[in-house]
């Protein structure tokens, strides 16, 4: 059985090896970082979805799914517990079908950074979730309010670094660009 060289397919399994390698890196590095906020512990900046929303806006949805599964899993590897994995996946999870969904609506309707936002309190949810899975009682939920106020301001901060990279980085403005122009010929 011969191979066919796809030269576009090696790039993009480049570029999405490249994205988690940032976004592992990012994500250790985080962890390094001790949170200010005494009355939100366990919360923190989550600079490493800044990956899931360049992948969002410049990968397909499978291309983007994988980097986030790999990325996790990874940074689990890297330093993390099983608890840790369950709870980063689940909040990635649902954070990453959330933004996709509301990235649906439109640059019309919705920014980069209420799509960031959104994501951001989603992830919260999520983690909650489990938690109180974990814990069989839904009064976990209670700290929801903290940590989506921590959410959305994550959120935007990470929203905020996204937009400016997308005006800044050419290679990123193209690849948003070439991402439109493929959907376009493809409907």
């Known amino acids: 059985m011969t191979r066919v060289y796809r030269p576009e397919r090696t790039r993009q399994v480049i570029y999405i090896a490249l994205l988690c390698a940032q976004g592992v890196i990012i994500g250790l590095l985080e962890r390094m970082i001790p949170f200010p906020f005494a009355f939100a ?24 799914f994988l980097l986030m599964v790999l990325r996790l ?45 959104a994501g951001g309190i989603l992830h919260n949810v999520g983690q909650l979730t489990v938690a109180s899975w974990i814990a069989q009682s839904w009064t976990v939920m209670l700290y929801l309010p903290v940590l989506s106020f921590m ?21 990123l403005q193209r690849l948003r660009f070439d991402r439109g122009r493929r959907k376009k010929k493809e409907t």
């Not at 512990?41 to 410049?58: D, E, H, M, R, Y």
């Not at 959410?151 to 290679?171: Q, S």
């Open 41 to 64: 512990p366990g919360a923190k900046l989550g600079l490493a979805n800044l990956i899931t929303i360049v992948s969002l806006f410049t990968m397909s949805v499978p291309d983007s």
């Open 73 to 117: 899993v990874l940074t689990t590897l890297l330093g993390g517990t099983l608890s840790t994995f369950l709870y980063s996946g689940a909040g990635a999870l649902l954070s990453w079908c959330g933004m996709l969904l509301i990235k649906q609506l439109g640059p019309k309707r919705v920014s980069m950074i209420g799509i960031s936002t």
């Open 151 to 171: 959410g959305i301001l994550a959120g935007l901060a990470v929203g905020v670094a996204a937009n400016f990279l997308f005006e800044h980085v050419d290679t």
